[in-house]
């Protein structure tokens, strides 16, 4: 008998140390996957945010692409008649970000035509594309567009077109 109620007081005795271990680890647990959410959530996915290109003319017009992502990040190609010739980048500030999504929206740039155009195949081109909250818009501005698309696309000019502006190596 006096085995019988020893082995009973062992098996109690190690089972409850096992079910703390066990609810111990169950509480651990969910902090770490809240620890995986958190992280998840808090990464910004990488996306085209506006693109504008300048084409060439049959004179000296400069003709290069810019590219800024949502992150900040800027990719620039200069083709011809620019201070930067090839590609580059750089990134700009969150502030410098919102100043572009700022003058879209007191422009009501998605309003505008898609566009601005002539006959004539000498001007120069600019087309720009944005995404903005999955709706997609394009404008090809060449003849009378509006001064206030003008202005924005000199906006891109000033924001992106300075010394930060760093060559990326070339590859074969």
């Known amino acids: 008998m006096k085995y019988i109620l020893l082995i009973t007081l062992s098996a109690l005795l190690f089972s409850c140390k096992n079910a703390k271990k066990a609810s111990d680890t169950s509480a651990v647990t969910p902090k770490k996957e809240a620890t995986k959410k ?25 003709a290069y692409k810019v590219i800024i992502f949502n992150t ?68 090809l501005d060449r003849v009378d567009a509006p001064a206030e698309l003008k202005q924005f696309e000199k906006l891109i000019d000033f924001i992106v077109l300075d010394d930060e502006l760093k060559k990326l190596p070339t590859t074969k």
């Open 72 to 139: 900040g990040k800027v990719v620039y190609e200069g083709f011809s008649h620019t201070k930067y010739i090839g590609k580059h980048s750089k990134q700009i500030t969150k502030k410098q970000l919102k100043e572009i999504k700022k003058m879209m929206d007191e422009i009501n740039i998605l309003e505008m035509k898609d566009v601005y155009d002539t006959e004539a195949t000498d001007f120069p081109s600019t087309i720009l594309f944005f995404v903005d909250n999955n709706t997609k818009k394009k404008i």
């Open 38 to 62: 958190e992280i998840n959530a808090s990464a910004i996915k990488e996306a085209l945010f506006l693109s504008m290109e300048r084409t060439p003319c049959f004179g000296k017009c400069p």
